[in-house]
């Protein structure tokens, strides 16, 4: 077989360069990664955090892939209730892997007018441009954290975090590079920031077990009822607990019976005063005073 190249003499192909075969080897190679990067599962996410009003919070930028990356970046969208309840907030990668083996380029920018997050990080940005490289872990890592503070004054909400392409301009995509190759990420999931008002702690005074602000006969009469004839429950617990010992059995009614007729000791704190329960045991307090 022959092939005219110009106006020259006809070549046939044993006459080809060695170069051209090393091109053609090369360019196999090439392709062959190519289609092995396409071809990896990658993901990329937002976790999920609970925090209550005053917090200050780190919510994960989550990845995972297979071999060593260049670099990433990554675009996405926040939501929640007006006003909206995160302020100062910001994009490091301290405390990542990432952050630890030093990238050498990292930029991020929050739009609050837009509520979008685009940020790009590169390992080797730098001379002497030695290859440094972030290696997969073989599970989801950190490679980001959205921090920021929950105002004081938040309401009980949930602020959505929602990985997307296009957000900035020019237009930030969700990537992973390797070597020179950006690749997509192919599977993308949200997470959100949940804001929870913190507990209100309900006030007893122990012995109080019938929940009238007195500690007398009565309660001793109802802490039997409920505890030989299947009366009503005291709607908290605690209070029934007169001796502080983690249980509400008869030992709490022969103590206040002591107490009223005998100069035993009387119940512990809180006593006399509506307080809160402070030590630990497995009774609750479902309704206070």
């Given at each position: 077989m022959t092939s005219q190249?110009?106006?020259?003499?006809?070549?046939?192909?044993?006459?080809?360069?060695p170069y051209f075969f090393r091109f053609i080897s090369l360019l196999a190679v090439i392709l062959l990664s190519g289609s092995s990067l396409m071809g990896q599962s990658t993901t990329l996410?937002?976790?999920?955090v609970t925090a209550q009003p005053g917090d200050p919070v780190s919510i994960p930028v989550l990845a995972d892939w297979n071999g060593q990356i260049a670099g990433f970046s990554f675009s996405l969208?926040?939501?929640?209730?007006?006003?909206?309840?995160?302020?100062?907030?910001?994009?490091?990668?301290?405390?990542t892997l990432a952050g630890a083996i030093e990238a050498e380029y990292v930029q991020a920018q929050i739009d609050l007018s837009t509520s979008t997050i685009i940020c790009g990080v590169l390992f080797d940005a730098?001379?002497?441009?030695?290859?440094?490289?972030?290696?997969?872990?073989?599970y989801p890592q950190e490679v980001a954290?959205?921090?920021?503070?929950?105002?004081?004054?938040?309401?009980?909400?949930?602020?959505?975090?929602?990985?997307?392409?296009?957000f900035g301009s020019p237009p930030i995509n969700n990537m992973l590079v390797f070597g020179t190759t950006s690749v997509a990420v192919d599977t993308l999931y949200p997470g959100s920031l949940l804001i929870e008002l913190p507990p209100v702690p309900q006030l007893f005074i122990r012995g109080d077990v019938n929940m009238d602000s007195v500690v007398d006969l009565a309660d001793v009469i109802f802490h039997l009822d409920y505890t030989f004839l299947s009366g009503p429950l005291p709607s908290c617990m605690d209070a029934g607990d007169a001796n502080d010992d983690g249980v509400s059995d008869v030992s709490d009614a022969i103590f206040l019976l002591y107490w009223f007729f005998l100069d035993g000791p009387g119940p512990w704190v809180p006593f006399p005063n509506p307080g809160e329960d402070f030590t630990n045991d497995s009774l609750d307090c479902a309704q206070g005073l």
């Open positions: 190249i110009g106006s020259g003499t006809p070549r046939t192909e044993s006459d080809k360069s996410g937002i976790g999920d969208e926040f939501s929640g209730p007006t006003p909206f309840p995160l302020s100062a907030m910001t994009i490091d990668v301290e405390g730098l001379p002497p441009f030695n290859g440094q490289t972030l290696p997969s872990l073989g954290f959205i921090h920021g503070t929950v105002l004081p004054t938040a309401v009980e909400s949930t602020v959505q975090f929602n990985p997307q392409d296009g």
